[in-house]
Each structure stands twice: as structure tokens, then as C-alpha cells.
């Protein structure tokens, strides 16, 4: 298994392109989530699916949209990227809502 | 909502000594309580959870965390830290079906 998957690992963008953060997972796990990591802030939880075609809002969901079409794939889109958006992102999977959360290898965005 | 606190961003501790994370959480009802370690450039990963039973729980590594309900703490312990612990510490909330993470508690160990 190669668990749960980020692609890609490093990214730049400029203010105001928009880009896909791609997330999928080969454990058939229900649910799956996305946060973002910035220094001292520990992770911020911007949007979760708990199953194929349902999606919810987390903590931070403003400039973010996801969509779930498939139990593999949760892809994460910037409409509009701000510099505010640059971060380290985290694709998260776990069986169910009390079940360990497997963590991907992350996602290092720069926004100029 | 729920929410933690780490109240120690960073903590350094010699190598063979004993090591001790707070974690302090807020929430209305038992929640889901897990500790995960982040190395440098590394994503998350799971040392231990609590869901319910025993209030004392093993995880990997050594390290083991108690809850302790009437404080609203989950704190996290190794009897003797060895150089590879050097990581940062996050404690996290589940409540319904979302996860709450703390702040973080960096631990550096010195020789």
C-alpha cells in the first residue's frame, strides 16, 4: 500500500493563480481531510469528507473548495491564491472519526 | 467547539532523562485524544490514542500519556529520551468528526 499520496510536493504561485492540490488514498478509508501547518500554529483543519460526495468545512475553509467524487481521491483547489495561503498542507485519511488519521508526505506552497 | 492547549512551545531535555508534554483540551463530553510526533520535513505520525477503558496508554516508541479527565489533560511521558525524539509533539482532540490540533511543543535533546 502507498497509503496516502500528495501531489506535488513543492509548489510557487503568484497572487491570484489558481492550482489543485491532489490528495488520494489506497486503504478504502471513509474519511479523509486536509489541513494546513504554519509555524506556532499547530494544524488547522480547512476541509473534510466523511464519504464519496460529502464534504464539510473545517476551521479555516475560506479560499479552499473540495469536492469527493471517488473514496480514493480528495483533491484540494485554490481559487485564488493570497500570499496569506502559504503554508505546508497535510492530506489525511482515517477509517472512521475515531480511527488513527494517516498523514501524508505534505505539500510546500509559496505564494508570492 | 473543541479546542487544546500545549502550553510549552518548547522544551530541551538531555538525553536519558525523563520527558513530559502537557496537553490540556476543552471539550463538553470524553473526547478522542491522540498524540502525534512530526520530525523535520516529515508528516504526522501516531504515538497513542485515547478513546476510553484504562487512562494510562502504551504507544510506540515508549512513550506512554494519561488522561486525566477531572483536569482535562492528556499528558504525554517517556521514562528515558533518547537523541531520535528530537521532533515536535502535537496533541489532538477528536470530537464528531473533526480533529483539533494543539499549537505543538518542539523537543530538542542535547547530549
Known amino acids: 500500500n502507498a497509503g496516502v499520496t500528495q501531489t506535488p510536493k513543492f509548489q510557487v504561485l503568484k497572487t491570484g493563480q489558481s492550482m489543485t492540490l491532489q490528495c488520494a488514498q489506497d486503504m478504502n478509508h471513509e474519511y479523509m481531510s486536509w489541513y494546513r501547518q504554519d509555524p506556532g500554529m499547530g494544524l488547522r483543519l480547512i476541509h473534510y469528507s466523511v464519504g464519496a460526495g460529502i464534504t464539510d468545512q473545517g476551521e479555516v475553509p475560506n479560499g479552499y473548495n473540495v469536492s469527493r467524487s471517488t473514496t480514493e481521491d480528495f483533491p484540494l483547489r485554490l481559487l485564488s491564491a493570497a500570499p496569506s495561503q502559504t503554508s505546508v498542507y497535510f492530506c489525511a485519511s482515517s477509517y472512521s472519526r475515531s480511527h488513527e488519521q494517516f498523514f501524508g508526505p505534505g505539500t510546500r506552497l509559496t505564494v508570492l | 467547539a473543541q479546542s487544546v492547549t500545549q502550553p510549552d512551545i518548547h522544551i530541551t531535555v538531555s538525553e536519558g532523562a525523563s520527558l513530559e508534554l502537557r496537553c490540556n483540551y476543552s471539550?463538553?463530553?470524553?473526547?478522542?485524544l491522540f498524540w502525534y510526533v512530526q520530525s523535520p520535513g516529515q508528516g504526522l505520525q501516531l504515538l497513542l490514542k485515547y478513546f476510553s477503558g484504562d487512562t494510562l496508554v502504551q504507544g510506540i516508541k515508549g512513550f506512554e500519556a494519561e488522561f486525566k479527565r477531572s483536569q482535562s489533560s492528556f499528558n504525554l511521558r517517556k521514562p528515558s529520551v533518547h537523541w531520535s525524539d528530537a521532533a515536535e509533539y502535537f496533541c489532538?482532540?477528536?470530537?464528531?468528526?473533526?480533529?483539533?490540533f494543539g499549537a505543538g511543543t518542539t523537543v530538542t535533546v542535547r547530549a
Open positions: 489532538a482532540v477528536g470530537a464528531g468528526n473533526k480533529l483539533s
Open positions: 471539550y463538553g463530553a470524553t473526547p478522542y
